[in-house]
């Protein structure tokens, strides 16, 4: 009989530490997009933020990708959201200051032939409050997938972007 008391205890606990969690990040962005990563699993690292992070990751959310989101008015794709410092280490080109970690960056590409990534570059570039835009990768078309970032301290406006050389990652003005 205890141990059916304890089991269903170990039940409800298990419960409580998953709804601590918010299912959605914003409206178009849900938790489990927002963390997912294949290199976490991969490697069995929990990709989970703190409070802190994900009041950021909310503000990211909020001033950059719901605008993006509605001005075109098609899917976006969140290739990678947040990455806790552990997962940020095991990544190729990783970044030890990376913005992905504070929940302050999110990378973004369109699932949509009608809208190219640099569309949603330049949308972002020209309208709206950011920290820092990359275009990631890709050629002069278009960048593989699109970086960017919100302070809700101080907006440097940062636009860059990054190349590979020699197996290295480099950023240039854009
Ligand atoms: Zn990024």
Excluded at 142 to 148: K, Q
Aim: one cysteine or more; proline letters at 3%; aromatic letters at 12%.
């Amino acid at each position: 009989m205890n141990y059916l008391f304890y089991l269903i205890g170990a039940v409800i606990l298990s419960k409580a530490m998953a709804m601590k969690h918010p299912e959605k990040i914003s409206k178009h962005i849900t938790f489990a997009e927002a963390i997912r990563s294949s290199t976490a699993i991969r490697y069995g690292i929990k990709n989970i933020p703190n409070s802190k992070q994900l009041e950021n990751m909310e503000l990211t959310a909020m001033h950059i990708f719901e605008p993006v989101r509605r001005h075109f008015n098609i899917p976006i794709r969140v290739n990678s959201f947040f990455r806790s410092k552990e997962l940020n280490k095991k990544l190729k080109y990783s970044n030890p200051k990376s913005q992905h970690c504070s929940g302050q960056a999110i990378d973004i590409s369109s699932l949509r032939m009608n809208v190219s990534n640099a569309d949603l570059f330049n949308y972002i570039k020209d309208n709206l409050e950011f920290d820092q835009l990359i275009w990631e990768f890709g050629n002069d078309n278009s960048p593989a997938w699109v970086h960017v970032s919100f302070s809700n301290n101080k907006n440097r406006k940062q636009v860059l972007k990054a190349i590979a050389r020699n197996g290295k990652k480099y950023y240039i003005n854009y």
